[in-house]
């Protein structure tokens, strides 16, 4: 009757063993399992660090590509043109200059004139090759009209400042309300008008002075 307490002693080891087996199982699950999260969560860093280096690179590519646009649209000639109704005078020097109509300057001239400024607000030099003005309707079969330059062409440097000028006819040709724009012209053949402002206030200072 003694052999049944060594059955149940090695059934409880057998028990035992197993138990042991699958705490080492699962054991070994649990640390595969983590070390794949681990994976999982570093390839996502990573991945998320990538797309935020390739941003801030498109980023900086695109603040150098504006920067060059930039330069290159200061870079370059740029003309600015004004008009205004005056007087011509002449200095000691010998050099004409105008003055306002209603300024009392010895020896300044009767006659209105239209005078043309050109400024090279840019950073080329230009050529100021010559003036003109449109029409808004025909006027003796032609829709445009040309002013004869009297110092032109003028090269302007960066800066630079040069005046033309041109009699006010008694019709106030070059600016009446026929006149449908003024500018001038560069070496290029591109074309630098009066605003729509500026031509207005150029129409009003001609009728004001021609009635006074």
């Known amino acids: 009757m003694r052999p049944a307490p060594p059955q149940r002693v090695a059934q409880s080891s057998a028990f035992s063993n197993s138990a042991v087996l699958s ?10 399992e983590t070390l794949m999260r681990y994976l999982v969560l570093g390839v996502q860093m ?3 660090i990538t797309e935020i ?22 870079d370059r000639a740029k003309l600015q043109v004004s008009a205004r109704v005056r007087r011509i005078a002449v200095g000691a020097d010998g050099k004409s200059f105008a003055v ?10 009767k006659k209105l004139f239209v005078v043309m400024t050109v400024v090279n607000v840019g950073r080329r030099p230009a050529l100021w090759q010559g003036w003109g003005g ?9 829709d445009s ?28 040709r070059p600016a ?9 012209w560069d070496a290029s053949g591109k074309d ?15 009728k004001a002075c021609a009635t006074t």
């Open 23 to 32: 705490i080492g199982r699962a054991a070994e699950f649990l640390r595969r």
């Open 46 to 48: 990573k991945t998320g």
């Open 53 to 74: 280096l390739a941003a801030y690179a498109a980023i900086l590519s695109s603040i150098g590509l504006a920067w060059t646009l930039y330069r290159g649209l200061l």
């Open 100 to 109: 306002k109509p209603n300024l009392p300057v010895e020896g300044a001239s």
């Open 134 to 142: 449109r029409y808004h309707k025909r006027v003796n079969g032609r």
């Open 145 to 172: 009209f040309f002013i004869v330059g009297r110092d032109l062409p003028k090269m302007l440097q960066e800066g630079e400042t040069h005046s033309e000028f041109t009699e006010l006819e008694e019709n106030l």
């Open 176 to 184: 009446n309300d026929s006149v449908k724009s003024l500018y001038i």
């Open 192 to 206: 630098w008008k009066l605003s729509r402002r500026q031509l207005k206030e150029l129409k009003e200072e001609a």
